[in-house]
């Protein structure tokens, strides 16, 4: 089968424009659920200094996860500076983004879980941005490695791929349909529906990036993506794990009473 193949210029404007398009979703649906819980819009009082936060995060952790991912091209930024500006990663805007938050929250004195209303604009941000990733084709670090497999798609080199976009664009969708199906039991303990998405879309990108070609090899045939996916798992996990034992615990103490 054959996949899209746009011009490099096609391709570029094809991606930014899925990428703010998926921005842009987020955040309406972000709007659109604090409506329905009877909030603010968007901001509320204190609130602004989190928002900041987290777009400063998101924002340096997007390009710190890709320069660790290509290191190789420290050599050609040292000679044109404006390569800093390129490329991203959805797992340093995600780590950086959680990053800029927790520490807007000690800085500003906020203790309550924030996560929760952005599983769903993150879910609609992910899959309309990888839209334009696949659209992008070779032109984008998205593609998977070859395959034999019936759904191998060929992006205009003649080799069949695992179109790995579409991969993370079901698994995307999954994960949030699961966590929308078990929003009420999981909306009695605050953070937690982000943080089985967070854990969850980690887990997916350690495992398939390991069908992707690796830019740079860190050893035994891990990215630097998959090597910050292990660190930020290993830091993360424990507090995920206390939060559902507590809900587990919780829950038994009620159905006793």
């Not at 899959?127 to 990733?133: D, H, L």
Request: hydrophobic share 50%; aromatic share 10%; proline share 5%.
């Amino acid at each position: 089968m054959t996949g899209p193949v746009l011009a490099p210029a096609a391709a570029q404007f094809a991606h930014l424009l899925f990428e703010w398009l998926g921005i842009a979703v987020g955040v309406q649906l972000y709007r659109w659920q604090r409506r329905q819980a009877g909030q603010p819009a968007m901001l509320e009082r204190g609130s602004f200094g989190v928002v900041i936060g987290c777009i400063l995060g998101a924002a340096i952790g997007n390009k710190a996860v890709f320069w660790i991912e290509m290191p190789q091209l420290w050599a050609s930024a040292a000679v044109d500076w404006r390569l800093l500006a390129s490329g991203q990663s959805i797992v340093g805007g995600l780590l950086g983004g959680l990053i800029g938050v927790e520490v807007a929250k000690k800085l500003t004195g906020i203790t309550r879980s924030t996560g929760d209303q952005f599983v769903l604009p993150l879910v609609a941000g992910t899959v309309v941005g990888r839209i334009g990733c696949f659209l992008a084709g070779l032109h984008d670090g998205t593609y998977g490695n070859p395959t034999a497999l019936p759904w191998g798609l060929d992006f205009g080199d003649g080799v069949p791929r695992h179109p790995t976009q579409l991969y993370d664009m079901l698994v995307v969708l999954a994960l949030g349909a699961a966590l929308w199906h078990w929003r009420r039991p999981l909306a009695r303990h605050s953070g937690l529906a982000f943080k089985l998405y967070l854990s969850g879309y980690l887990f997916w990108r350690l495992c398939v990036d390991g069908i992707k070609p690796v830019p740079y090899d860190y050893g035994f045939g891990l990215s630097g993506i998959q090597l910050v996916c292990i660190v930020a798992l290993a830091l993360y996990l424990p507090g995920l794990a206390r939060q559902l034992m507590e809900g587990r615990r919780d829950g038994a103490e009620q159905y006793s009473r």
